[in-house]
């Protein structure tokens, strides 16, 4: 049977002017029965859409903070430095995948950059700007394989049908975070203090978008791995 092809968001390491990948992002989605490809950094618009006839989806991973001007705000201190690269390809990328109805799962800056692109907001820095509830613990340390925190599955949500749960514990490493939910998304699941931890778009086949991070858990946790399973199985040409 043939496996789809999944083009993978590189991840850019500016000090060394050099591009880099971790191994759970490939890996997890081999495990789920794809083919993933790194994708270049740089790329044009006619490129893209020469890429795109070989790939069946798209993986956007997470890296730098998305270009606050994008979201309409100038960059506080709090925020780290974005790469306009890559903010660049993604827009890009986006457009065209959603123009051919392709499968999109996004992770921590993922989430992220979807809804920033569907005209929302985030939050430069959660633990200058998100008011704590509860003390959850969204910037974990190593290591980063074990769940740290719980999130509420919407009943309504495409993950709620794919897991068949309504809780979920989960890893978590990030600084930033949805803070204005942008148009046409849909919130799939919250954290314990009220954070948006997932979203997706409904008039799509599969655009999905996490905080948490399966790929570094996908191998102890089987909700993991359900994540990107479903997401292969969507990216399969007959499905």
Same mark, same amino acid.
């Given at each position: 049977? %043939?496996?789809?092809?999944?083009?993978?968001? &590189?991840?850019?390491?500016?000090?060394?002017?050099?591009?880099?990948?971790?191994?759970?992002?490939?890996?997890?989605?081999?495990?789920?029965? #794809?083919? &993933?490809?790194?994708?270049?950094? =740089?790329?044009?618009?006619?490129?893209? +859409?020469?890429?795109?006839?070989?790939?069946?989806?798209?993986? *956007?991973?997470?890296?730098?903070?998305?270009?606050?001007?994008?979201?309409?705000?100038?960059?506080?201190?709090?925020?780290?430095? &974005?790469?306009?690269?890559?903010?660049?390809?993604?827009?890009?990328?986006?457009?065209?995948?959603?123009? $051919?109805?392709?499968?999109?799962?996004?992770?921590?800056?993922?989430?992220?950059?979807?809804?920033?692109? =569907?005209?929302?907001?985030?939050?430069?820095?959660? #633990? $200058?700007? *998100?008011?704590?509830?509860?003390?959850?613990? =969204?910037?974990?340390?190593?290591?980063?394989?074990?769940?740290? +925190?719980?999130?509420?599955?919407?009943?309504?949500?495409?993950?709620?049908?794919?897991?068949?749960?309504?809780?979920?514990?989960?890893?978590?490493?990030? +600084? $930033?975070?949805?803070?204005?939910?942008?148009?046409?998304?849909?919130?799939?699941?919250?954290?314990?203090?009220?954070?948006?931890?997932?979203?997706? %778009?409904?008039?799509?086949? *599969?655009?999905?978008?996490?905080?948490? +991070?399966?790929?570094?858990?996908?191998?102890?946790?089987?909700?993991?791995?359900?994540? *990107? $399973?479903?997401?292969?199985? #969507?990216?399969?040409?007959?499905?």
């Amino acid at each position: 049977m %043939r496996k789809p092809v999944i083009g993978v968001i &590189p991840l850019y390491d500016e000090k060394r002017e050099s591009l880099w990948m971790l191994p759970g992002y490939l890996d997890g989605l081999a495990e789920a029965g #794809a083919i &993933p490809v790194i994708l270049p950094l =740089h790329a044009s618009v006619e490129e893209l +859409h020469q890429t795109d006839a070989m790939l069946d989806g798209y993986l *956007f991973t997470g890296g730098q903070d998305v270009n606050p001007a994008l979201y309409g705000e100038k960059p506080r201190s709090c925020c780290g430095a &974005p790469c306009e690269e890559r903010d660049l390809l993604e827009q890009r990328i986006y457009e065209i995948a959603c123009g $051919q109805d392709k499968p999109i799962l996004g992770i921590c800056r993922g989430i992220q950059l979807l809804n920033v692109l =569907h005209g929302g907001s985030l939050y430069q820095d959660l #633990a $200058q700007e *998100f008011p704590e509830k509860s003390g959850v613990e =969204h910037h974990m340390t190593a290591p980063y394989d074990r769940t740290v +925190h719980g999130v509420e599955i919407r009943r309504d949500s495409p993950l709620y049908r794919t897991l068949g749960k309504e809780s979920l514990r989960v890893n978590s490493y990030h +600084h $930033q975070g949805v803070k204005r939910v942008g148009e046409g998304l849909q919130i799939m699941a919250v954290a314990e203090d009220g954070l948006v931890e997932a979203l997706c %778009r409904k008039d799509k086949r *599969f655009v999905w978008a996490l905080q948490w +991070h399966p790929e570094l858990i996908y191998q102890k946790d089987g909700d993991a791995l359900k994540v *990107f $399973q479903a997401f292969v199985k #969507a990216c399969l040409p007959e499905s």
